[in-house]
């Protein structure tokens, strides 16, 4: 719609130049009868047609849906005027045919099709023929210029149509192929900060493992002590040995070749078994729960459903810190399932009142933790989203989202070997 409202902007443009330009040449000397007065008439009618054409469309939306209808109306009667200044202004020899090539060359430029450029460009020689033909009784010797000329007119319409439309064509590829940079750009980005933030995870525990094993190897120490250190080593191997397998994990929900073991599950259930998690930032009695007790079941994997509970209650715990109040509700929308977790601490936001960033988009650039990183893959794999919402009086919202999964049906009919979990 864009390009069309250029071009046709453009063609108004070329309009208001060329009929003053016109009517200077018809006052120059000349061999052929002018009549003066009905030339001048339908050359004002046509600056008038192409006024209205260049407001109404583009001003008044309830016109835009008929542009297609208004646009072909207007090409129509815009060719009939000129022709009939044609007839008026000499026939065959008519300095005014310029303009109808250049008008109907600009118009087969606003359609993307062939067809429509035919038609167009069809209508164009045919009212062009009928007016010198029927109307203006040529000379023998005028026949060659005649057809020369309407030849003329269909080639460079169809050259000027084809033209646009590879135009058109180019910008579409430009217009994507500068979307692509962009989510590559994104992309990159975001695998240089996961990159990072898998590198900051990784040395707690390989400085660990490093200094106490140069420890045992170059210090006499006593039975305790190695003991101690062992099991210092023993520990932070585990958690070294838990991150490389999140990577794994990570990598292979990225591929789509982890198989999610989706079970019958209340998301009551799961959100209340996380909420200890937000010991650090309020009790999990004073969390606010809003679950209707008609919400369906879902198919999640539950394991990795309360992996990703966890690290966005922990994600809270961390950010906002003590003394924050959380609202957690659930909710359809459509055939979606809604989990909002609304959560502010008036203490923190004070300090942020000048616009800074609390809290950084999850999934976003700035991320900085792998937990949520392999949370929001997680919800990924089930086929949902998840994102953080700043809302007004200091609140901050996580929207999960989540497709229903699974119809009462499949409940009754099929039940899951595994049985639903109750709560």
């Known amino acids: 719609m864009e390009h069309r409202a250029n071009l046709m902007r453009l063609l108004g443009g070329l309009i208001w130049v060329m009929i003053p330009v016109v009517s200077l040449m018809l006052f120059l000397p000349h061999e052929i009868y002018i009549n003066y007065e009905a030339a001048l008439i339908l050359l004002f009618l046509t600056l008038l047609l192409n006024l209205a054409m260049m407001l109404l469309p583009f001003r008044e939306s309830l016109l835009e849906r008929y542009f297609g ?114 989510v590559l750009s994104e992309v990159d980005r975001a695998t240089s900060s996961f990159v990072s933030a898998v590198s900051f995870e990784m040395r707690t525990p390989l400085t660990s493992i490093q200094g106490f094993s140069e420890m045992l190897a170059n210090m006499k120490l006593d039975p305790q002590k190695e003991q101690e250190y062992v099991e210092i080593i023993s520990r932070e191997a585990d958690n070294l040995s838990m991150l490389v397998e999140d990577l794994l994990d990570i990598s292979r929900l990225e591929s789509g070749k982890v198989r999610l073991n989706k079970e019958v599950a209340r998301l009551g259930q799961l959100l209340n078994m996380s909420l200890p998690v937000l010991a650090p930032a309020c009790e999990p009695s004073e969390v606010t729960l809003n679950i209707p007790p008609d919400l369906p079941n879902v198919l999640v994997d539950q394991q990795r459903m309360k992996r990703v509970f966890d690290a966005i209650f922990g994600y809270i715990a961390r950010k906002s810190g003590r003394g924050s109040e959380v609202r957690v509700s659930v909710k359809m929308e459509g055939e979606e399932v809604v989990i909002t977790i609304n959560f502010r601490n008036r203490e923190t936001a004070k300090r942020y009142d000048s616009g800074g960033l609390l809290f950084p988009p999850i999934g976003g650039q700035d991320e900085e933790d792998l937990e949520l990183a392999m949370a929001r893959r997680i919800v990924l794999a089930h086929e949902g989203s998840v994102n953080l919402i700043r809302a007004s009086g200091g609140w901050y919202a996580i929207v999960l989202r989540l497709p229903e999964l699974m119809a009462w049906d499949l409940i009754k009919t099929a039940p899951s070997p595994f049985g639903a979990i109750e709560e």
Do not use: H, W
């Open 69 to 182: 209808l208004l646009m072909g109306l207007f090409r129509l009667v815009l060719i009939g005027l000129l022709c009939a200044a044609i007839y008026y202004t000499g026939g065959v020899r008519s300095p005014l045919f310029t303009f109808l090539l250049l008008v109907t060359a600009f118009s087969t430029s606003l359609t993307p099709s062939l067809s429509s450029a035919a038609l167009i460009s069809g209508a164009s020689a045919g009212a062009y023929l009928v007016t010198i033909l029927a109307f203006s009784s040529p000379m023998r010797q005028d026949i060659q210029l005649i057809f020369a000329q309407v030849f003329f007119l269909l080639l460079i319409s169809f050259f000027i149509n084809r033209v646009a439309a590879e135009s058109r064509e180019q910008a579409r590829e430009r217009a994507s192929a500068m979307e692509e940079l962009k």
